[in-house]
């Protein structure tokens, strides 16, 4: 069986298998399995495999595919040996670019050998027929045989038992010998379990390269001084080389990963980049070429120094712009095409303007290209076109759209995303970079400008640009619409039934995450939050779509066990005891009620041992007073006392600052965190919850002295942000886990008499909103939008509250992209869409809805949730009345 180039091979191969399959003799079963964004063929042999043991991972590049059909598979199947290969060519090619997840790569072909010794014996037989080039390899494994395609990791077989640990993450479940479930994880240094002994001697191959490990050359040596960058390709370091102390840069690749069907990967573009460079060695536009190793992929430049355009300010983003054009017109005088352009891979300096990162770039007119780009900046005509100057020309328009937005149009969706970079551009008022743009994003190569004729345009414009750049957040004002907002958050309900899976007549709703192979239950990440999205789209729009939606979800919620390890708000028990209580109240099903008590009472009655509001005992502490809102009950706070004595006893003072020492495995520092999730003020918020509801004195001082002492010791020099930890740490300051967000968001939820909103904060908080980022809830525009929807009850910032989430909420809009007819928005990756309420498309959708209802309130405040819980007949009878006389 012959390799074909290209996208030939995509066919030869899915044609090669479906014959392979059809072949296969009796005893064998054979169905697909969709696992994340993997599409598996599954071959299982009749006889039953022990639930866990020894794998065998059998690794090979997209191009080398052709022959592990025809080699590999007979072998497994002489064997008797189950196994999952991928279904097609572009699963091959998203497992080694680690799409699947990190610890995926090279597992192309999974073997569940019956025994340790038809392991062994699998080994041999594959080592002599099956030595691919270019394979990556298996990091979270262990190396076997001699030929450098042989994995082997002890896990589990078949996922019939799960562990969820107190972060709520879900594992496949290991047993160990003394009878206890451990978590099956994939240690990326290839450590396995204590008591799993390897069946056959590992090879003593080195995986990885450490960045900080010297490099020799030619005999030259070079000393690496500080990462810059690393990741699942290599990594690439600011080094000196030995000889003459002079700086230079490694750039060191990854054989194997983001390998192609053409035989393209990391490594091979390393040398890809090399000719280039050597074609442009007099230009004065890209790095000096010092020295290449192809053998161990690593490749040595000139530092070009200098600051990344992206992180000037505004005016020094578009004036370097002019310049930027004019070296992609000197670059294509060369007779090159980048391929890659964008602002991450220019630099400036002193010197000038210089290029970086040339792996893709291709002479003029060649016909098969290395595939490759970035979302965003790759135009219609797609990256496998024959190479033209108008390729970069695309891109450029991309640059100047992220210099005068500051913000990468590759965060945008996908879907007519040139569109979406022109109406972002037009909604800030920054007409002139539109028009260049629109101009560069032309959908036909042939009509876009030269970058000669575009550094022209730009140097004339450039004063339109600087002034735009100045105003453009000024003049971004848009008027709330009513109607859209409500109309797409109901849309996003709705494309909730996509993602739902029945089981024994209830349902759940998978994810799309790296847990998309798990049933998720929490607040943060599954079927509790998406009950409380789906009963608050049905409040704020006054409806009743989702009425067996809430009860189903609610239902398989209800009939599964309290999790043994997972009791906090957002990521176990409590929080799925909170969206029990408002479905049973809001359905007046009492037997919902009996589950969210079971399951609060197992989370009161842990020792949790962590403190804060996302997964710890604080959680859990406010959970009880959300519950008693709820249901107009008492027992909710009753059974939280005992993890309010906990939390009020764990309290310590670090450098003025009241705080909790965190879960060994969240920081194992020992660090004291301020923020909403995992630190002070979510914990403060918390303990003044419910010493409002139990009248505790002992309590509520605490609460009071905590957020004192955030404002008075735990803000930034300039208080233009809250400190992450107390060792000076500072996150994002818009999200809500960790930045003054967050801290504005736990005051806005506590009651009045614990002090006013100190005026500073809210412009701090204003300051840091951004014009646009991902669309979710823990760090995107969702949770910036719902604490400017919270302002808006205070009188002093109600004029400046509104005009503020009706921006953010244009934002959204643009953001906003259709999914089988249906509205939603992407999670923190733009190819990542889920329904989950932190981090999925129902954080927008709900915060729309919010602010076309005029709510003031929190989507998980005591008063929202407990409008949220008004039973069905009630609710109708207070619409029928409003309808008889709406004065």
């Known amino acids: 069986m012959s390799i074909v180039p290209g996208e030939q091979l995509h066919v030869r191969y899915r044609r090669a298998l479906d014959g392979f399959m059809g072949g296969l003799p009796a005893g064998w079963r054979t169905h697909l399995r969709r696992d994340s964004a993997i599409t598996w063929q599954v071959c299982e042999f009749a006889d039953a495999l022990p639930s866990q043991g020894w794998k065998l991972h059998i690794t090979t590049s997209a191009a080398d595919a052709d022959g592990l059909l025809e080699k590999v598979l007979p072998e497994l199947v002489e064997a008797k040996t189950t196994f999952k290969l991928p279904a097609d060519i572009g699963a091959i090619i998203q497992i080694n670019a680690g799409l699947a997840g990190k610890s995926q790569v090279g597992k192309i072909v999974t073997a569940y050998p019956a025994s340790d010794t038809s392991l062994a014996e699998l080994i041999d037989r594959i080592d002599a027929i099956w030595r691919p080039s270019h394979a990556p390899s298996v990091t979270s494994d262990l ?72 490099v020799r050359i030619d005999g030259i040596a070079y000393l690496p001084l500080k990462a810059l960058t690393a990741n699942l390709r290599g990594h690439v370091a600011l080094a000196v080389r030995l000889s003459d102390r002079r700086l230079v840069i490694i750039r060191h690749r990854v054989r194997g990963i983001e390998g192609d069907e053409f035989g393209n990967d990391a490594v091979t573009r390393l040398e890809n980049e090399r000719q280039v460079l050597r074609r442009l060695s007099s230009s004065g536009i890209a790095p000096e070429l010092i020295a290449h190793d ?41 007779g090159v095409v980048h391929r890659d352009l964008k602002m991450s891979n220019v630099r400036m300096s002193s010197e000038g303007l210089r290029l970086i990162d040339f792996e893709m770039a291709a002479t003029i007119g060649v016909a098969r290209p290395v595939p490759g780009g970035t979302e965003g900046y790759e135009p219609p005509e797609g990256r496998r076109a024959i190479v033209d100057p108008s390729y970069d020309i695309y891109s450029l328009g991309s640059c100047v759209t992220h210099a005068a937005t500051g913000y990468c149009p590759g965060r945008l969706p996908k879907q ?36 000669g004729q575009v550094a022209k345009r730009l140097r004339a414009a450039l004063p339109a640009l600087e002034i735009e750049s100045l105003t453009a957040r000024a003049s971004h004002h848009t008027a709330f619409d009513r109607r859209w907002a409500l109309s797409s958050a109901v849309s996003a309900g709705l494309a909730t039934r996509d993602f739902k899976v029945v089981r024994d007549g209830h349902h759940y709703w998978r994810n799309s995450h790296l847990l998309a192979a798990y049933e998720c239950e929490g607040l943060n990440l599954g079927a509790a939050g998406i009950v409380l999205a789906l009963a608050t789209l049905d409040t704020a729009s006054g409806s009743r779509h989702f009425d067996s939606d809430i009860t189903g979800g609610a239902e398989w919620l209800a009939a599964r066990p309290s999790l043994d390890q997972a009791h906090g708000l957002f990521t176990g028990n409590s929080g799925v005891a909170v969206a029990l209580a408002l479905a049973g109240a809001r359905l007046e099903r009492p037997d919902l009620i009996e589950a969210a008590r079971r399951r609060f009472e197992c989370a009161a009655r842990s020792r949790i041992c962590d403190y804060d509001l996302f997964s710890g005992a604080a959680g859990i502490v406010w959970a009880g007073a959300l519950i008693d809102t709820i249901l107009g009950t008492s027992w909710g706070c009753d059974l939280a006392e005992q ?56 309590t509520s001082t605490l609460a009071a002295d905590a957020f004192h002492s955030i404002t008075q010791h735990g803000l930034t020099a ?31 939820q506590t009651p009045t008499d614990y002090g006013t909103i100190d005026p500073p904060i809210v412009s701090a908080f204003d300051r840091a909103t951004p014009d646009l980022d991902n669309p979710t809830m823990c760090h995107g525009l969702a949770g910036v939008m719902e604490t400017w929807r919270m302002l808006k009850a205070s009188p002093e910032h109600r004029d400046g509250a509104h005009r503020r989430a009706s921006e953010l909420a244009a934002s959204l809009r643009l953001l906003h992209h259709s999914r089988g007819g249906a509205t939603v928005w992407s999670s923190e990756r733009p190819s990542l869409v889920t329904p989950d309420l932190w981090v999925g ?28 819980s008004v039973p069905l007949a009630t609710a109708r009878s207070r619409s029928n009345q409003f309808s008889q006389n709406p004065a």
């Not at 010998?177 to 390897?198: F, I, K, M, N, Y």
């Not at 020492?661 to 979510?682: N, S, V």
């Open 841 to 868: 498309f129902l954080g927008p959708a709900t915060q729309l809805a919010l602010a076309a209802a005029g709510s003031n309130r929190a989507m998980l405040s005591p008063q929202w949730l407990q409008q949220c």
């Open 718 to 748: 300039d208080r233009s942000n809250i400190l992450a930890t107390m060792s000076g740490e500072v996150r994002t300051p818009h999200h809500w886990c960790h930045g003054i967000a967050g801290l504005l968001w736990c005051l806005l």
């Open 294 to 334: 192809p053998l161990t992929g690593h490749l040595v430049l000139s530092d070009a120094g200098g600051t990344q355009p992206e992180k000037l300010p505004p005016v020094d983003r578009v004036r370097c712009l002019p310049e930027l054009a004019a070296a992609v017109a000197e670059l294509h005088a060369q």
């Open 416 to 451: 007519s995303n040139a569109g979406r970079q022109i109406g972002l551009l037009q909604q800030r008022g920054q007409q002139t970079a539109a028009s260049i743009v629109k101009a560069c994003h032309d959908p036909a190569p042939g009509r876009r400008p030269t970058a």
């Open 143 to 214: 190396p076997v045989a001699s030929g450098g395609a042989l994995f082997i990791r002890y896990g589990a077989f078949v996922a019939k038992e799960v562990v969820t640990d107190s972060f709520g993450v879900t594992h496949s479940a290991l047993r160990a010998p003394d009878g206890t479930l451990q978590p099956d994880v994939r240690d990326s240094h290839g450590r396995q379990p204590d008591w799993a002994v390897p069946p056959v001697k590992p090879a003593d191959r080195n995986l990885n390269v450490q960045p900080g490990a010297p």
């Open 643 to 698: 993890q309010t004595v906990r939390v009020r006893a764990a309290a310590r003072k670090v450098d003025g600052v009241i705080g909790w020492t965190p879960h060994p495995q969240f920081d194992a520092a020992g660090r004291i965190y301020l923020g909403a999730a995992h630190g002070t003020a979510g914990i403060a918020m918390a303990l003044a919850s419910w010493a409002g509801a139990s009248a505790c004195a002992t």
